[in-house]
Protein backbone atom coordinates (compact mmCIF):
# COMPACT_ATOMS: atom_id res chain seq x y z
CA UNK A 1 0.00 0.00 0.00
CA UNK A 2 2.50 2.50 1.08
CA UNK A 3 4.70 1.49 -2.10
CA UNK A 4 1.73 2.36 -4.65
CA UNK A 5 1.28 5.70 -2.45
CA UNK A 6 5.38 6.59 -3.28
CA UNK A 7 5.02 5.60 -7.09
CA UNK A 8 1.67 7.69 -7.29
CA UNK A 9 3.22 10.67 -4.98
CA UNK A 10 6.24 10.11 -7.81
CA UNK A 11 4.54 10.44 -10.56
CA UNK A 12 2.91 13.61 -9.70
CA UNK A 13 6.14 15.01 -9.18
CA UNK A 14 7.19 13.99 -12.38
CA UNK A 15 4.15 15.61 -14.57
CA UNK A 16 4.53 19.03 -11.96
CA UNK A 17 8.12 18.95 -13.36
CA UNK A 18 7.36 18.39 -16.80
CA UNK A 19 4.25 21.45 -16.80
CA UNK A 20 7.13 23.32 -15.17
CA UNK A 21 9.72 22.83 -17.63
CA UNK A 22 7.51 23.19 -20.93
CA UNK A 23 6.07 26.68 -19.26
CA UNK A 24 9.61 27.59 -19.07
CA UNK A 25 10.87 26.75 -22.39
CA UNK A 26 7.17 28.18 -23.70
CA UNK A 27 8.03 31.63 -21.85
CA UNK A 28 7.46 34.19 -22.97
CA UNK A 29 4.98 33.29 -25.49
CA UNK A 30 3.69 36.98 -25.75
CA UNK A 31 4.91 41.05 -24.99
CA UNK A 32 6.43 41.22 -21.11
CA UNK A 33 5.25 44.97 -19.43
CA UNK A 34 7.77 47.04 -17.18
CA UNK A 35 5.46 49.45 -15.59
CA UNK A 36 7.84 52.09 -14.29
CA UNK A 37 6.12 54.06 -11.19
CA UNK A 38 6.92 57.50 -12.70
CA UNK A 39 6.45 59.64 -15.74
CA UNK A 40 8.55 59.64 -18.90
CA UNK A 41 12.07 60.70 -19.29
CA UNK A 42 13.81 60.57 -15.78
CA UNK A 43 16.15 58.19 -14.83
CA UNK A 44 14.17 54.86 -13.81
CA UNK A 45 12.42 55.63 -17.46
CA UNK A 46 15.64 55.91 -19.40
CA UNK A 47 17.05 52.73 -17.67
CA UNK A 48 13.32 50.45 -17.88
CA UNK A 49 13.28 51.22 -21.71
CA UNK A 50 16.96 50.46 -22.21
CA UNK A 51 16.96 47.29 -20.30
CA UNK A 52 13.61 46.57 -22.13
CA UNK A 53 14.97 47.11 -25.82
CA UNK A 54 17.50 44.43 -25.11
CA UNK A 55 15.43 41.87 -23.24
CA UNK A 56 13.03 42.23 -26.13
CA UNK A 57 15.87 41.35 -28.97
CA UNK A 58 17.46 38.22 -26.54
CA UNK A 59 14.06 36.70 -25.72
CA UNK A 60 12.29 37.67 -29.62
CA UNK A 61 9.06 38.56 -27.54
CA UNK A 62 8.61 42.72 -27.37
CA UNK A 63 8.76 44.26 -23.92
CA UNK A 64 6.14 46.97 -23.67
CA UNK A 65 7.11 50.07 -20.81
CA UNK A 66 3.89 51.49 -19.44
CA UNK A 67 4.54 54.51 -16.98
CA UNK A 68 2.06 54.79 -13.76
CA UNK A 69 2.75 57.71 -11.75
CA UNK A 70 1.05 58.80 -8.94
CA UNK A 71 1.21 58.09 -5.09
CA UNK A 72 4.87 58.22 -4.98
CA UNK A 73 5.14 55.30 -7.10
CA UNK A 74 1.89 53.46 -5.61
CA UNK A 75 -0.35 53.14 -8.03
CA UNK A 76 2.53 51.51 -10.39
CA UNK A 77 3.21 48.91 -8.13
CA UNK A 78 -0.08 48.45 -6.95
CA UNK A 79 -1.19 47.05 -10.50
CA UNK A 80 1.78 44.71 -10.51
CA UNK A 81 1.03 43.49 -7.00
CA UNK A 82 -2.18 42.27 -8.62
CA UNK A 83 -0.89 40.99 -11.15
CA UNK A 84 -0.64 37.62 -13.08
CA UNK A 85 2.44 35.56 -11.31
CA UNK A 86 3.16 34.51 -14.58
CA UNK A 87 6.68 36.29 -15.32
CA UNK A 88 4.33 39.38 -18.04
CA UNK A 89 4.46 41.68 -15.87
CA UNK A 90 7.27 43.61 -13.75
CA UNK A 91 7.77 46.46 -12.04
CA UNK A 92 11.18 48.82 -12.32
CA UNK A 93 11.59 49.41 -8.47
CA UNK A 94 13.72 52.08 -7.03
CA UNK A 95 14.75 53.61 -3.32
CA UNK A 96 11.35 55.94 -3.19
CA UNK A 97 9.32 52.36 -3.23
CA UNK A 98 11.22 51.04 0.40
CA UNK A 99 10.92 54.37 2.15
CA UNK A 100 7.47 54.46 1.53
CA UNK A 101 6.51 52.03 4.01
CA UNK A 102 7.59 54.32 6.70
CA UNK A 103 5.42 57.40 5.45
CA UNK A 104 2.39 55.69 4.68
CA UNK A 105 0.41 53.74 6.85
CA UNK A 106 -2.29 52.60 4.30
CA UNK A 107 -0.36 51.23 1.15
CA UNK A 108 -2.47 49.07 -1.26
CA UNK A 109 0.57 46.24 -1.06
CA UNK A 110 3.06 44.58 0.98
CA UNK A 111 6.08 45.11 -0.05
CA UNK A 112 7.46 41.82 0.98
CA UNK A 113 4.72 39.10 0.31
CA UNK A 114 3.15 40.57 -2.90
CA UNK A 115 6.78 41.18 -4.70
CA UNK A 116 8.87 38.79 -5.74
CA UNK A 117 12.85 40.04 -5.86
CA UNK A 118 13.49 39.39 -9.97
CA UNK A 119 17.43 41.50 -9.94
CA UNK A 120 18.91 44.52 -8.60
CA UNK A 121 20.74 46.63 -11.57
CA UNK A 122 22.53 49.14 -9.85
CA UNK A 123 22.73 52.81 -8.22
CA UNK A 124 22.91 55.89 -8.96
CA UNK A 125 25.26 57.78 -6.24
CA UNK A 126 24.14 61.67 -5.87
CA UNK A 127 26.69 64.62 -5.53
CA UNK A 128 26.46 66.90 -2.35
CA UNK A 129 26.56 70.25 -4.05
CA UNK A 130 26.56 73.85 -2.85
CA UNK A 131 26.73 77.06 -3.88
CA UNK A 132 30.02 78.68 -4.59
CA UNK A 133 29.01 81.18 -1.93
CA UNK A 134 29.10 78.57 0.70
CA UNK A 135 32.50 79.10 2.45
CA UNK A 136 32.90 75.14 2.70
CA UNK A 137 35.35 73.28 0.05
CA UNK A 138 34.74 69.71 1.38
CA UNK A 139 32.61 67.52 3.13
CA UNK A 140 34.79 68.14 6.58
CA UNK A 141 34.19 72.15 5.75
CA UNK A 142 30.34 71.52 5.20
CA UNK A 143 30.27 69.76 8.43
CA UNK A 144 31.88 71.99 10.52
CA UNK A 145 30.26 74.66 9.20
CA UNK A 146 26.52 73.76 10.02
CA UNK A 147 28.06 72.89 13.40
CA UNK A 148 29.30 76.00 13.90
CA UNK A 149 26.14 77.90 13.09
CA UNK A 150 23.23 75.35 12.80
CA UNK A 151 20.00 75.67 11.25
CA UNK A 152 21.57 78.31 8.93
CA UNK A 153 22.36 76.03 6.02
CA UNK A 154 19.04 75.19 3.54
CA UNK A 155 18.88 72.11 1.77
CA UNK A 156 16.54 71.46 -1.23
CA UNK A 157 14.91 68.57 -2.32
CA UNK A 158 12.77 67.19 -5.21
CA UNK A 159 9.86 66.93 -2.52
CA UNK A 160 8.92 65.66 0.91
CA UNK A 161 9.71 62.03 1.40
CA UNK A 162 11.98 60.83 -1.68
CA UNK A 163 15.04 59.90 -2.03
CA UNK A 164 16.69 63.20 -2.42
CA UNK A 165 15.19 64.10 0.93
CA UNK A 166 16.03 61.41 2.66
CA UNK A 167 19.67 61.73 1.53
CA UNK A 168 20.32 64.69 3.18
CA UNK A 169 17.96 63.43 6.88
CA UNK A 170 20.45 60.59 6.42
CA UNK A 171 23.78 63.04 6.47
CA UNK A 172 21.87 65.09 9.35
CA UNK A 173 21.85 62.07 11.32
CA UNK A 174 25.74 60.51 10.39
CA UNK A 175 27.39 63.75 10.44
CA UNK A 176 25.29 65.53 13.26
CA UNK A 177 24.27 68.58 11.99
CA UNK A 178 21.21 70.73 11.32
CA UNK A 179 20.25 71.52 8.05
CA UNK A 180 16.75 72.83 7.24
CA UNK A 181 14.85 71.22 4.28
CA UNK A 182 13.18 73.03 1.64
CA UNK A 183 11.28 71.04 -0.68
CA UNK A 184 10.65 71.96 -4.02
CA UNK A 185 8.29 70.12 -7.02
CA UNK A 186 11.49 68.75 -8.83
CA UNK A 187 15.04 69.28 -9.03
CA UNK A 188 14.96 71.35 -12.03
CA UNK A 189 12.71 73.75 -9.54
CA UNK A 190 15.69 73.70 -6.87
CA UNK A 191 18.36 74.38 -9.06
CA UNK A 192 17.82 77.99 -9.56
CA UNK A 193 17.21 79.12 -5.91
CA UNK A 194 20.81 76.91 -5.30
CA UNK A 195 22.42 78.73 -7.55
CA UNK A 196 20.85 82.21 -6.21
CA UNK A 197 21.87 81.20 -2.51
CA UNK A 198 18.39 81.08 -1.13
CA UNK A 199 19.06 78.11 -0.51
CA UNK A 200 22.69 76.32 -0.05
CA UNK A 201 22.90 72.65 -0.29
CA UNK A 202 21.51 69.40 -2.75
CA UNK A 203 21.84 65.76 -2.89
CA UNK A 204 21.37 65.27 -6.09
CA UNK A 205 22.38 63.34 -9.45
CA UNK A 206 25.27 64.38 -11.04
CA UNK A 207 23.77 64.99 -14.65
CA UNK A 208 21.95 67.68 -13.34
CA UNK A 209 24.53 69.79 -12.07
CA UNK A 210 27.90 68.98 -13.62
CA UNK A 211 27.70 71.64 -16.20
CA UNK A 212 26.45 74.06 -13.88
CA UNK A 213 29.50 73.28 -11.99
CA UNK A 214 31.97 73.38 -14.99
CA UNK A 215 30.49 77.03 -15.40
CA UNK A 216 31.39 77.81 -11.63
CA UNK A 217 27.95 78.27 -10.47
CA UNK A 218 27.59 75.69 -8.24
CA UNK A 219 30.61 73.40 -6.23
CA UNK A 220 30.65 69.86 -6.23
CA UNK A 221 31.71 68.06 -2.95
CA UNK A 222 31.61 64.58 -2.66
CA UNK A 223 29.61 61.33 -4.25
CA UNK A 224 27.34 59.78 -1.82
CA UNK A 225 27.62 56.21 -3.33
CA UNK A 226 29.88 53.34 -1.31
CA UNK A 227 32.80 53.81 -3.77
CA UNK A 228 33.84 56.10 -5.99
CA UNK A 229 31.67 57.49 -9.10
CA UNK A 230 33.31 56.43 -12.18
CA UNK A 231 31.41 59.03 -14.09
CA UNK A 232 33.21 61.12 -10.95
CA UNK A 233 36.65 59.42 -10.02
CA UNK A 234 38.25 62.71 -8.23
CA UNK A 235 35.35 63.29 -6.11
CA UNK A 236 35.84 61.14 -2.98
CA UNK A 237 32.56 59.81 -1.05
CA UNK A 238 31.06 61.60 1.77
CA UNK A 239 32.30 58.51 3.79
CA UNK A 240 36.16 59.17 2.47
CA UNK A 241 35.76 62.59 3.31
CA UNK A 242 35.00 61.59 6.82
CA UNK A 243 31.37 61.24 7.48
CA UNK A 244 31.51 57.15 8.43
CA UNK A 245 28.37 54.76 7.76
CA UNK A 246 26.82 57.70 5.13
CA UNK A 247 25.58 55.68 1.46
CA UNK A 248 22.77 57.11 -0.29
CA UNK A 249 21.74 57.58 -4.02
CA UNK A 250 18.54 55.86 -5.94
CA UNK A 251 18.90 51.88 -6.98
CA UNK A 252 16.99 50.07 -8.96
CA UNK A 253 15.71 46.96 -9.63
CA UNK A 254 12.99 44.85 -11.02
CA UNK A 255 10.74 42.68 -9.24
CA UNK A 256 7.50 40.49 -10.31
CA UNK A 257 4.20 39.68 -8.24
CA UNK A 258 4.57 37.60 -5.30
CA UNK A 259 4.42 33.82 -6.35
CA UNK A 260 6.15 34.73 -9.56
CA UNK A 261 7.17 30.48 -10.65
CA UNK A 262 11.08 30.75 -9.60
CA UNK A 263 11.70 29.01 -12.89
CA UNK A 264 10.51 32.16 -14.39
CA UNK A 265 12.20 34.52 -12.17
CA UNK A 266 15.85 32.41 -12.68
CA UNK A 267 15.55 32.75 -16.57
CA UNK A 268 14.31 36.47 -16.51
CA UNK A 269 17.02 37.19 -13.80
CA UNK A 270 19.91 35.27 -16.05
CA UNK A 271 18.65 37.07 -19.42
CA UNK A 272 18.65 40.05 -17.33
CA UNK A 273 22.24 39.77 -15.96
CA UNK A 274 23.72 39.44 -19.22
CA UNK A 275 22.55 42.28 -20.91
CA UNK A 276 23.60 44.22 -17.76
CA UNK A 277 27.08 42.94 -18.18
CA UNK A 278 27.67 43.75 -21.69
CA UNK A 279 30.45 46.34 -22.33
CA UNK A 280 27.93 48.48 -24.29
CA UNK A 281 25.25 48.64 -21.75
CA UNK A 282 27.64 49.30 -19.40
CA UNK A 283 29.24 52.56 -20.99
CA UNK A 284 26.03 53.63 -21.56
CA UNK A 285 24.97 53.75 -18.00
CA UNK A 286 28.17 55.36 -16.80
CA UNK A 287 27.21 58.89 -18.71
CA UNK A 288 24.11 58.10 -16.75
CA UNK A 289 26.47 58.19 -13.37
CA UNK A 290 24.64 54.96 -12.65
CA UNK A 291 27.01 51.46 -11.01
CA UNK A 292 25.81 48.88 -12.30
CA UNK A 293 26.11 45.96 -10.33
CA UNK A 294 23.56 43.13 -10.96
CA UNK A 295 22.99 39.71 -8.36
CA UNK A 296 20.69 36.88 -7.47
CA UNK A 297 17.40 37.14 -6.64
CA UNK A 298 17.84 36.22 -3.28
CA UNK A 299 21.03 38.73 -2.69
CA UNK A 300 18.18 41.30 -4.07
CA UNK A 301 15.65 40.64 -1.61
CA UNK A 302 18.29 40.88 1.28
CA UNK A 303 19.09 43.91 0.09
CA UNK A 304 15.40 45.28 -0.18
CA UNK A 305 14.72 44.53 3.00
CA UNK A 306 17.75 45.69 4.73
CA UNK A 307 16.83 49.08 2.89
CA UNK A 308 13.39 48.98 4.73
CA UNK A 309 15.18 48.91 8.14
CA UNK A 310 17.70 51.45 6.82
CA UNK A 311 14.90 54.04 6.12
CA UNK A 312 12.81 53.40 8.58
CA UNK A 313 15.25 54.38 11.53
CA UNK A 314 16.51 57.39 9.49
CA UNK A 315 12.63 58.57 9.28
CA UNK A 316 11.89 58.16 12.91
CA UNK A 317 15.75 60.25 14.02
CA UNK A 318 14.79 62.92 11.56
CA UNK A 319 11.16 63.09 12.66
CA UNK A 320 10.44 63.19 8.81
CA UNK A 321 6.70 63.13 7.87
CA UNK A 322 4.56 63.27 4.64
CA UNK A 323 2.85 66.19 6.03
CA UNK A 324 6.42 68.23 6.89
Not at 229 to 255: N, R
Given at each position: ?8 A ?46 SA???Q ?18 V ?24 KN ?11 V ?5 L ?7 P ?37 L ?22 D ?14 S ?10 R???T ?10 D ?20 V ?12 L ?5 A ?12 K ?29 E ?7
Amino acid sequence: MLGGLFRRAAVAVLILSSLSGSALAAFPERPIHIVVPTTVGGGADTLARMVGQALSARLGQSVVIENLPGANGMIGMGKVAKAEPDGYTLALTFTDHFINPSLYKNQPYNLLTDFTPVIYLGALPFVVTVNPAVPAKSIQELVALAKAKPGSLNFASAGTGGALHLAGELFKVKAGVQMTHVPYKGTSAALPDLMSNRVQVIFTSAISVKAHAEGGKLRLLATTGATRSPDLPDLPTVQEAGVPGYVSGIWYGLVAPGKTPRAIVDRLNQEIAAIVKSDEFNKAMVKQGVVLKPGTPESFGEFYRSEIGKWATVIKEAGVSPAE
